[in-house]
């Protein structure tokens, strides 16, 4: 069981703003910043959004990242076909020794 | 090109050990603190284990304490994790992933490609 909670699913069409929540505590996301991973089908994971809204060089300014509080939330506007990919949320836990962890991942289907 | 490639993985009974190796390649990789993550046949990932960048200092999930054990030779650019005692619910696919420094503090900036490891008699 995943210590921060995603949705299992999300879903919009193309050109639709859809956004993904992650929920921690305040060992967690209270209190260190957050991540965003994006997999697409069949391949390794790819960083999206580090320290909680910044994207690093070649992802799109579509997605962006916020943090309020134990939570977390990723957005993508404008959303694209190739958007279609699991999403995960991590961050490090002062309660596991300062290790890291995953969200349970947020499969986003574009209709 | 920065890159880190796994291999090493295969099938393997319950019971048994497998050594994966990951080898990096276009970074100054002793610089680097490195982790192996795991992704079970459609579910998420998870953390297994982390290393310093000298091998000095070593954490482990609980799932895999005392049959894990993860080191380096950064002198061969490689990193490892020897895993003994294999389990069924250790089946998945096992990639290596550095941590960002300066420029992406704390998150994974590069992953492997992975390598599947199957427990099965």
């Known amino acids: 069981q995943s210590v921060l909670t995603q949705p299992p699913s999300a879903s919009g069409t193309p050109g639709q703003r859809v956004t993904i929540s992650c929920s921690g505590s305040s060992s967690n996301i209270g209190s260190n910043t957050v991540t965003w991973y994006q997999q697409l089908p069949g391949t390794a994971p790819k960083l999206l959004i580090y320290s909680n809204s910044h994207r690093p060089s070649g992802v799109p300014d579509r997605f962006s990242g916020s943090k309020s509080g134990t939570s977390a939330s990723l957005a993508i506007s404008g959303l694209q076909s190739e958007d279609e990919a699991d999403y995960y949320c991590a961050a490090w836990d002062d309660s596991l020794n300062g290790l890291v962890i995953f969200g349970g991942g947020t499969k986003l289907t574009v209709l | 090109e920065v890159q880190l490639v796994e291999s090493g993985g295969g099938l393997v009974q319950p019971g048994g050990s497998l050594r994966l190796s990951c080898a990096a390649s276009?970074?100054?990789?002793?610089?680097?603190?490195m982790h192996w993550v795991r992704q079970a046949p459609g579910k998420g990932l998870v953390w297994v284990s982390r290393s310093n960048s000298d091998g000095s200092r070593t954490n482990y999930a609980d799932s895999v304490k005392g049959r894990f054990t993860i080191s380096r030779d950064n002198a061969k650019n490689t990193l490892y994790l020897q895993m003994n005692s294999l389990r069924a619910e250790d089946t998945a696919v096992y990639y290596c992933t550095r941590v960002g420094q300066l420029l992406y503090p704390g998150a994974f900036d590069i992953w492997g490609q992975g390598t599947m490891v199957t427990v099965s008699s």
């Open positions: 276009g970074f100054t990789f002793s610089s680097y603190w």
